[in-house]
């Protein structure tokens, strides 16, 4: 089992920035990749970033050149910063970590949100 708190969401203007946290405990040791997605009301829940346990990132286009992902494998936390924020950034984000065993596991989710 491997749980997910995640935190560093809130309300920020257009053009701001937040920086989320994702803390790993338990079987971290099966984690392969983690990662954010995010559900905006009424839509999908989609991958925003990813981070393997190599170091490779993946970014979903609406993202790229605005939002780093980064991981402290010493601290088990995966880090999503996120800059020149856009109201459609508006979402419940939610951190994912996939095991080796083909396993998938998710936080509580954090609440962002972009307006003025």
């Known amino acids: 089992q491997v749980q997910l708190v995640e935190s560093g969401g809130g309300l920020v203007q257009p053009g701001g920035s937040l920086r989320l946290s994702c803390a790993a405990s338990?079987?971290?040791?099966?984690?392969?990749?983690m990662g954010w997605y995010r559900q905006a009301p009424g839509k999908e829940r989609e991958l925003v970033a990813a981070?393997?346990?190599?170091?490779?990132?993946n970014y979903a286009d609406s993202v790229k050149g605005r939002f780093t992902i980064s991981r402290d494998n010493a601290k088990n936390t995966v880090y999503l910063q996120m800059n020149s924020l856009k109201p459609e950034d508006t979402a419940v984000y939610y951190c994912?970590?996939?095991?080796?065993?083909?396993?998938?596991?998710w936080g509580q989710g954090t609440q962002v949100t972009v307006s003025s």
């Open positions: 981070i393997t346990s190599g170091g490779s990132t």
């Open positions: 994912n970590a996939d095991t080796v065993a083909g396993q998938a596991y």
């Open positions: 338990g079987s971290i040791f099966s984690i392969n990749a």
